[in-house]
């Protein structure tokens, strides 16, 4: 278990056992919503079993240091990508409301945003993109910073983590000085600052939430309780709806199908403790379309996935199979939160790199079987 530090349970069982032992240290839980936080925990532990017993590691970062990303041809697909999500970034805060001028849009997406936004909501590869394939600094500097800044300005805390994740991962793995753990861990509270900031922000005070909040919690400071109760309100409303043994099939399928329904837990029929506070973690759907075996499976799934993507990344190292990664270790590292992973957006990411991955291979085949036929 030396190499323990580059396993994928590093990025899906962690994070799964830090956000349950976060809601136990902020609710004081009801009588039978300990079962649901058991079934993850004993998920994650699993995890790190089937870790110890495929021995699937990432690249070492001194191999990931000699693989030339910025003249590989995965970067002329993926620069063609990063190109069209700025574009989308830039239209989508010139064409809509700002909502960090006027919070109470945030959530609106009429007009054709949301169009927009399927493309802009990627903004978290330009940071990636610009530090694998463009050595000119300007165009560095100027992919980190609209990666970074763009979430701030529409007040998307998801995208703004997504965004910060990939940005420290990129470095741990290809800066040429290996990062002290201090900065990372300063890099981590910085984020989560601002997050509890953005939370203030768009939301207000947490006074009306009325959770069996535990002592703990009530002691602690307003923006730290943004980000207990981020962390910690997804594995609590998972406990509650499993103890309430509540069955609703329509929101998963409406996940998965596009335009099938809609996917917002706000005013829906899903009995929650909070209706404000509808976050339920990764899994939830499949907890309410197929009990807790359901979501078990769907846990295992997105493990295996991990594997996948990191075997993927490791036998070929390129940047597509490295934004393949980063994008389901980041639903994993979030999986306790909301459902990220198994959603026709993510999943249509993942093929879009695939296919980008096919004309690395096919498109210069093609060119040069016509230069073969013209001689």
Known sequence: MKDFHRSPS???????????????????????????????????????????ILGIRLP???????????????????????WSVLVACILDLTLFPLPLLNPEIYANFDGGRSHVRHISNMCWVLPIVGLLCYPDKRIRVLFIAIGLAFPVLVLDRNRLFASVYGLAV????????????????????????????????????????????????VAASAGFKWILL???????????IMAKGYIDS?????????????????????????????????YFPFLMAWGSVGAVGAALFLYLSLVASVYFFRKRPNIISFLIFL??????????????????????????????QIFTYRVPLIALSKYDRKS
């Open 327 to 356: 994008r389901i270790s980041y639903c994993c590292v979030m999986a306790g939160f909301a459902p990220q992973a198994y959603t026709w957006t993510n999943l249509g990411f993942i093929a879009l790199c695939l296919l980008m």
């Open 60 to 82: 070492a970062r001194r191999a990931l240091q000699l693989v030339p990303f910025d003249r590989s041809p995965e970067c002329y697909w993926v620069k063609v990508l990063a």
């Open 250 to 282: 329509d929101f998963l399928i409406n996940q998965l199908v596009p335009q099938a329904g809609g996917v917002e837990t706000l005013g829906s029929t899903i009995p929650f403790d909070e209706p404000v506070i509808n976050v339920g973690t990764e």
């Open 230 to 240: 981020y962390i910690g309100a997804g594995i609590y409303n998972f406990s509650s």
């Open 170 to 217: 990129t470095m741990v793995f290809f800066s040429k000085r290996q990062i002290p753990w201090k900065t990372l861990i300063a890099s981590l509270l910085g984020a989560l600052l601002l997050f509890a900031k953005l939370g203030q922000f768009r939301s207000g005070r947490l006074d009306w939430v009325a959770l069996p909040f535990s002592d703990f919690y």
């Open 10 to 52: 590093i990025f899906f069982s962690l994070p799964l056992l830090g956000s349950c032992i976060i809601a136990l240290l902020t609710f004081e839980l009801p009588k039978g919503y300990g079962v649901g936080i058991s079934i993850l925990m004993v998920v994650a532990v699993l995890a790190i079993v089937f870790d110890s």
